[in-house]
């Protein structure tokens, strides 16, 4: 993560707005292929800040923050490290995300911000196109084939679902440990995320995998947290 909070910061205004150096063009007001890449695109204008190298933040400072899945690049890299010639998902180029009040006004699918980077890039774009069905099975597929691979490269046993999940996060042989397990509290914390874990698997996603299921707009955005929230979890817990 960079240690700047923003994009340079270029002015602050009356209204309490500010403004930043775009983050996807570096200031320079043209498509980054210039500086990464030989990527090639109609115009060579910036499109996040319309070539002009400047963008304005509404509200105060205090209500953004800089965009931890692209380190306030603006930009979407591959797996190398390499620009892929896209703006970031998360943060659609700006390189800061709005945590404010006022952001469900500017922006209808503002809960992006909130949600874990790896759930962004494998559901965004399906819940984007409508799918929203398939955005939530993508989701818990893709928790369920990381914790698969972690179980499988720790005790060789390929497992799935629910049964993965048990046996992941087991009380007894805990191969996620969420905890140190040494309190009667930390083993109530495990034993609850080894149900939530599970019960997402029977109840969320094995319903979407069997059956051709509809799943509305605001139902998904709730089955999207769950997932998020899971995958937060995998990343602080620790691995026996």
């Given amino acids: 993560m960079s240690e700047r909070p923003f994009p340079k910061i270029l002015e602050h205004h009356n209204d309490n707005s500010f403004s930043v150096e775009c983050a996807f063009c570096e200031g320079r007001g043209i498509f980054p ?7 090639s695109v109609e115009t060579d204008f910036c499109p996040v800040c319309n070539g002009i190298g400047v963008n304005l933040l509404a509200e105060p400072q205090e209500k953004w923050f800089g965009c ?17 010639g896209d703006t970031c998902p998360v ?22 911000d909130l949600i874990h980077p790896k759930i962004v890039e494998i559901s965004k774009s399906r819940f984007d196109a409508g799918h929203y069905a398939d955005a939530v099975e993508s989701a818990m597929k893709e928790i369920n084939s990381i914790v698969k691979e972690i179980v499988k490269s720790k005790i060789g046993q390929e497992l799935d679902g629910a049964s993965l999940m048990q046996r992941a996060l087991s009380l007894d042989r805990p191969i996620i440990k969420l905890s140190e397990l040494s309190t009667d509290s930390e083993k109530n914390i495990q034993k609850g995320y080894l149900q939530i874990f599970s019960g997402a698997m029977t109840g969320i996603r094995n319903p979407k995998a ?15 947290f769950v997932a998020s929230l899971l995958m937060f979890k995998i990343d602080e817990a620790s691995e026996d």
């Fill in 33 to 39: 292929e210039t500086i990464y890449s030989d990527y």
């Fill in 68 to 84: 931890k899945y692209c380190d306030i690049s603006g930009k979407s890299w591959d797996e190398n490290g390499h620009f892929v």
């Fill in 91 to 112: 943060c659609k180029g700006k390189g800061v995300n709005n945590i404010g009040s006022n952001a469900s006004q500017t922006d209808e699918h503002y809960f992006w």
């Fill in 210 to 224: 069997h059956e051709n299921l509809i799943i509305d707009e605001k139902l998904a955005i709730h089955f999207i």
